[in-house]
């Protein structure tokens, strides 16, 4: 068990950080190319996207890595199970998205030019939920390569449609090469699920009774995903009434709706990513530490479950620690560097020591999941959100720009991380 833990924890270390460079230079390629207006109409539409998606998994890929870490189900009539209810939810949620999108885009963003990204949203839903369902199968049984490597396919995928397709769409306009960001995600979804699938076991028997959905299956995946869903949701919403409370606000402040799209694109597309940047290490050592805690913690083996989330979290305070410091003294340097600007120095020293504690989040998020505490999780997220949004909209009418954001911002990561942290400390003594 220890052998596999540590080699799993290698290969998300080595993969995340593979990703995580991609994933910053699809940032930085795509922030260069549309701008800070163009990022900021993206990040208009972020949080609704944020929102669809976890609508559309529905907690279902966190349920099916338990349950097959576990392995005392028919691994593959679970899998099988789980596809149609998430079609199923997706189908709806598709239907939905081509109702709200006028109002959402008119009355709630604000801004006429995000309508046609909102629509997309509605096609990507289901191969992302495919695509992480998929994983997920890995994810149980603790075979992390597959993941790791359709990560990075996807990821480069998805950097070349914007290095090749970007430029052709944007003599159209901006509306139109955000539109085609969003689309981009099908193509490199699809690749993701097709590599993923290349590394199911040669000698996999599929039976004509595993393809038949299990209601027993279904309902157990569903109340192992329950609080995970409201949870997400929860913060999903959250994330998504963001923008809109901040742009309503703001705009009868006097705000112009330029300024307004021009800072949050500024935070949510410069500053956030960045400061955050050490969290794909606390992410790998908790995907790694899911199944090995679900399983000693069913065992009874608190001790064991203690010592390693306390090895994550020593961890990721020693990556985190002297990164935030980088942060906050030379901000300018990172700014310039991964995204060629210097907007947002001042919002990156206030952000970096608040988000050390973001860092600790993961490994005791994971913890809880994997002892079935996901309820705890659920209020955790419930907390934040409420905290989050009730100072961003009491602090938005003070005319302060954009620091009543990052105010509410630091209050949720604090609330949160406390909570969680309290919770974990009373269930593993």
């Known amino acids: 068990m220890k052998e596999n833990f540590i080699k799993s924890t290698i290969i998300l270390?080595?993969?995340?950080?593979?990703?995580?460079?991609?994933?910053?230079?699809?940032?930085?390629?795509?922030?260069?190319?549309?701008?800070?207006?163009?990022?900021?109409?993206?990040?208009?539409?972020?949080?609704?996207?944020?929102?669809?998606i976890g609508l559309s998994q529905f907690g279902l890929p966190t349920a099916l890595s338990k349950l097959v870490s576990e392995d005392t189900k028919n691994n593959v009539?679970?899998?099988?199970?789980?596809?149609?209810?998430?079609?199923?939810?997706?189908?709806?949620?598709?239907?939905?998205?081509?109702l709200l999108a006028p109002f959402l885009s008119n009355n709630l963003l604000h801004n006429k030019d995000t309508y046609l990204s909102i629509i997309a949203i509605a096609l990507v839903i289901p191969f992302t939920s495919i695509s992480s369902i998929c994983r997920s199968y890995f994810f149980g049984k603790e075979k992390m390569f597959p993941h790791i490597v359709s990560n990075i396919i996807e990821d480069i995928v998805r950097?070349?449609?914007?290095?090749?397709?970007?430029?052709?769409?944007?003599?159209?306009?901006?509306?139109?090469?955000?539109l085609?960001?969003?689309?981009?995600?099908?193509?490199?979804?699809?690749?993701?699920?097709?590599?993923?699938?290349?590394?199911?076991?040669?000698?996999?028997?599929?039976?004509?009774?595993?393809?038949?959905?299990?209601?027993?299956?279904?309902?157990?995946?569903?109340?192992?995903?329950?609080?995970?869903?409201?949870?997400?949701l929860i913060g999903s919403i959250g994330y998504?009434?963001?923008?809109?409370?901040?742009?309503?606000?703001?705009?009868?402040?006097?705000?112009?709706?330029?300024?307004?799209?021009y800072e949050y694109g500024i935070l949510?597309?410069?500053?956030?990513?960045?400061?955050?940047?050490?969290?794909?290490?606390?992410?790998?050592?908790?995907?790694?530490?899911?199944?090995v805690v679900s399983k000693e913690y069913a065992k009874g083996n608190k001790k064991v479950v203690k010592r390693k989330v306390k090895q994550a979290i020593i961890i990721s305070l020693m990556i985190g620690i002297p990164v935030t410091f980088m942060?906050?003294?030379?901000?300018?340097?990172?700014?310039?560097?991964?995204?060629?600007?210097?907007?947002?120095?001042?919002?990156?020293?206030?952000?970096?020591?608040?988000?050390?504690?973001?860092?600790?989040?993961?490994?005791?998020?994971?913890?809880?999941?994997?002892?079935?505490?996901?309820?705890?999780?659920?209020i955790a997220t419930s907390i934040g959100v409420i905290?989050?949004?009730?100072?961003?909209?009491?602090?938005?009418?003070?005319k302060i720009g954009l620091w009543g954001l990052i105010i509410s911002i630091s209050l949720n990561v604090l609330a949160v991380t406390f909570y969680s942290l309290k919770k974990v400390r009373s269930y593993l003594t």
Not at 23 to 30: C, F, Q
Request: proline residues 5%; charged residues 10%; glycine residues 6%.
């Open 13 to 52: 270390l080595v993969g995340g950080f593979i990703t995580k460079l991609l994933g910053m230079l699809i940032k930085i390629i795509m922030s260069r190319m549309i701008g800070t207006e163009g990022l900021g109409l993206y990040m208009l539409i972020l949080p609704t996207f944020s929102l669809f």
């Open 77 to 98: 009539k679970l899998f099988f199970s789980i596809i149609p209810i998430s079609l199923l939810i997706n189908g709806f949620l598709i239907i939905l998205i081509f």
């Open 159 to 178: 950097l070349l449609l914007m290095i090749i397709g970007i430029p052709l769409v944007l003599p159209l306009g901006l509306k139109y090469a955000v």
């Open 180 to 232: 085609y960001i969003v689309l981009s995600n099908i193509v490199s979804e699809v690749t993701s699920i097709i590599i993923l699938l290349l590394f199911l076991p040669k000698n996999l028997v599929i039976k004509k009774s595993d393809l038949k959905p299990s209601n027993s299956y279904i309902r157990l995946s569903l109340a192992i995903g329950f609080y995970n869903t409201t949870g997400r």
């Open 240 to 261: 998504f009434l963001e923008p809109i409370i901040l742009s309503s606000i703001l705009l009868k402040c006097g705000y112009s709706s330029n300024f307004i799209t």
């Open 268 to 291: 949510s597309g410069y500053v956030m990513p960045l400061v955050l940047l050490p969290s794909f290490f606390t992410l790998a050592i908790s995907q790694a530490l899911l199944p």
């Open 327 to 378: 942060f906050i003294f030379f901000p300018s340097i990172f700014l310039k560097i991964i995204y060629h600007t210097n907007e947002g120095i001042n919002y990156t020293r206030v952000l970096a020591p608040i988000c050390l504690f973001q860092y600790i989040q993961s490994p005791l998020s994971f913890c809880l999941d994997a002892i079935g505490k996901s309820k705890d999780n659920f």
């Open 387 to 398: 905290i989050r949004t009730l100072f961003l909209f009491i602090l938005s009418f003070f």
